[in-house]
Antibody, heavy 123, light 108 residues
C-alpha cells in the first residue's frame, strides 16, 4: 500500500533552518509529484509547492520562493523540504502529499498524504 | 491570486443532509477536490474531479460544480462525518494549487 512517512517533530529558533523528509513506498516513485502543504495551529491548509521526482524540477507558491528548497533522492525514494530563515509564523504541521504525474488539469488532487511533521519556531 | 471561500461552519442533525459550498471566480471551469480532516489526522480525499469518489469513500459523499460554486453533499450524515472539510482547485494561470478556507461540520 502507498505510504508517505515523514520525519519527526522539530523545534527551531527564529532565523534557523529546518529540513523535513518524506519517504515514499508502495508505488513507483517516478509516477507521482510530491507536494508540500502546511497547516498552522487552528488554521486551514496552505499549499507550498511541489517537486517532480524524475528531474527534480520544482514549483512553489510565490510567498515561499527564495526561502523554501525542495529536493529528492531517488535512490531512497525520499523527498526533502528545507525552510530557511524561520519565523514564528512558520510554526505549523507540514504534510507531503502525492499528485499523479499524468494529471495536467488538476482533476486528480492529493490522493495520499504523509502523517505530518510539526515544526515549532520559538525563541 | 485565486481564492476559494467556504462557510466557517455547518451544523446538521444525524441522518440529515449537509451541504458545504465552495466559491471562487469561474470555479465551474476548474476541477474541484474535497478533503475531510479529523482532529489530529492528515486530510483524506473524499471527492476528486468535481464528482468522483475515491475507492473506500462512502456513497453518501457526493459533489457538484457549476458557475462560481462547488458543493459537497453528505447525505444521511453520521456522527463519524464530523470533521473539517476543505475544497481545493488548481489555478492553471499560475500552476498553483489553492485550498478553500475550510468548513467545520458539526453533527448535533
Amino acid at each position: 500500500q502507498v505510504q508517505l512517512v515523514q520525519s519527526g517533530a522539530e523545534v527551531k529558533k527564529p532565523g534557523a533552518s529546518v529540513k523535513v523528509s518524506c519517504k515514499a513506498s508502495g508505488y513507483t516513485f517516478s509516477d507521482y509529484y510530491i507536494h508540500w502543504v502546511r497547516q498552522a495551529p487552528g488554521q486551514g491548509l496552505e499549499w507550498m509547492g511541489r517537486i517532480n521526482p524524475n528531474n527534480g524540477g520544482t514549483h512553489s507558491a510565490q510567498k515561499f520562493r527564495g526561502r523554501v528548497t525542495m529536493t529528492r533522492d531517488t535512490s531512497i525514494s525520499t523527498v526533502y523540504m528545507e525552510v530557511n530563515r524561520l519565523i514564528s509564523d512558520d510554526t505549523a504541521v507540514y504534510y507531503c502529499a502525492t499528485v499523479d504525474l499524468d494529471d495536467t488539469s488538476g482533476r486528480a488532487g492529493f490522493d495520499y498524504w504523509g502523517q505530518g511533521t510539526l515544526v515549532a519556531v520559538s525563541s | 491570486s485565486y481564492e476559494l471561500s467556504q462557510p466557517p461552519s455547518v451544523s446538521v442533525s444525524p441522518g440529515q443532509t449537509a451541504s458545504i459550498t465552495c466559491s471562487g471566480e469561474k470555479l465551474g471551469d476548474k476541477y474541484v477536490c474535497w478533503y475531510q480532516q479529523k482532529p489530529g489526522q492528515s486530510p483524506v480525499m473524499v471527492i476528486h474531479e468535481d464528482t468522483k469518489r475515491p475507492s473506500g469513500i462512502p456513497e453518501r459523499f457526493s459533489g457538484s460544480n457549476s458557475g462560481n460554486t462547488a458543493t459537497l453533499i453528505i447525505s444521511g450524515t453520521q456522527a463519524m462525518d464530523e470533521a473539517d472539510y476543505y475544497c481545493q482547485a488548481w489555478d492553471s494561470s499560475t500552476d498553483n494549487y489553492v485550498f478553500g478556507t475550510g468548513t467545520k461540520v458539526t453533527v448535533l
